[in-house]
């Protein structure tokens, strides 16, 4: 069983996304004050507009619609941006959709999640999505899902309130979206192969037992899924509710290593770092340093 199409992986896609929706409304509704700091530069009101224009988005692409959003040059920023990027794009969206006030919000984002969870489109159906990438309808929903957890961790701790996040919805991020996508050559310029590459390919074997086994190579500029029977360099077997928290910069490597969320393994793992400095998720821990200045 592998894909967004199979019923099971649909439904679980679904109820995940609703859960996530209604733990998030109910966490954000219980915070003294909207203008508390979730994280360094986002309030929890910032976080839920954050969300809301991601829904939007989603609702948009499903429809076939314009953007509500009114941000100047939108779809220019979409189509050209990378993990290395998407904070300048969301410094844009967040800076010219302008709502804070969390009732009106949580109303939006309750609405645009139940439109989407009444959509009849096909979940093997893909939509134009950030860096051309085209993710399937079902990968859609397990993005969604998925930010609304990790956001949903920063406003927790902010509030030093419980945010268990369950494994088996956080793996669709990996199952429905990232992986999909590279099996189908459908990343567009997301990952960001233009940075230096490994002296050599890099293979690395991902396990879970919420996710298929699945072994990603870097090299010669692009990403892919290798085989299932291709030797690998480097293997990382992991939970995926911490998992996510390291590779989106909430909690470091260490942690993660330390307490066996992430068990690194393999014949080279030494190479991981390599494949790390490219294929990540946006993680000021794991990005790339800005280029130096002329002086």
């Not at 989407?116 to 929903?141: E, H, Q, Y």
Request: proline letters at 9%; charged letters at 20%; one cysteine or more.
């Amino acid at each position: 069983m592998t894909g967004a199409a199979d019923p099971d992986r649909w439904s679980v896609a679904n109820t995940a996304l609703r859960t996530a929706t209604d733990r998030f409304t109910d966490l954000v509704a219980a915070a003294p004050s909207p203008g508390v700091m979730a994280t360094a530069d986002w309030t929890v009101a910032d976080t839920l507009a954050h969300l809301v224009a991601i829904a939007l988005l989603y609702v948009s692409r499903l429809d076939g619609t314009e953007v509500p959003v009114r941000v100047p040059g939108l779809e220019d920023l979409l189509a050209t941006a990378n993990v290395d990027t998407i904070a300048d794009v969301n410094d844009q969206v967040l800076a010219h959709f302008t709502e804070r006030d969390p009732q009106v919000l949580l109303t939006q984002l309750n609405t645009m999640v139940g439109h989407l969870l009444t959509t009849t489109a096909d979940p093997l159906s893909t939509v134009s999505w950030l860096g051309n990438a085209r993710p399937k309808v079902g990968g859609l929903f397990a993005h969604l899902t998925n930010e609304l957890l990790v956001h949903g961790w920063d406003v927790a701790q902010a509030l030093r309130r419980p945010w268990p996040m369950p494994d088996e919805h956080v793996a669709l991020f990996w199952e429905l979206f990232m992986f999909d996508m590279l099996r189908d050559d459908s990343c567009g310029v997301l990952i960001n192969t233009e940075l230096p590459m490994p002296r050599h390919q890099v293979s690395v074997q991902f396990r879970s037992r919420y996710v298929p086994t699945t072994t990603l190579t870097l090299g010669d500029h692009r990403v892919w899924v290798a085989p299932p029977d291709a030797p690998f360099d480097a293997s990382v077997t992991f939970r995926p509710a911490r998992f996510n928290l390291m590779m989106f910069g909430r909690i470091s490597i260490a942690q993660a290593v330390l307490r066996r969320d992430v068990v690194i393994g393999g014949p080279r793992p030494w190479r991981l770092p390599a494949f790390l400095r490219v294929v990540h998720m946006p993680n000021s821990r794991l990005a790339p340093p800005p280029p130096s200045r002329p002086r």
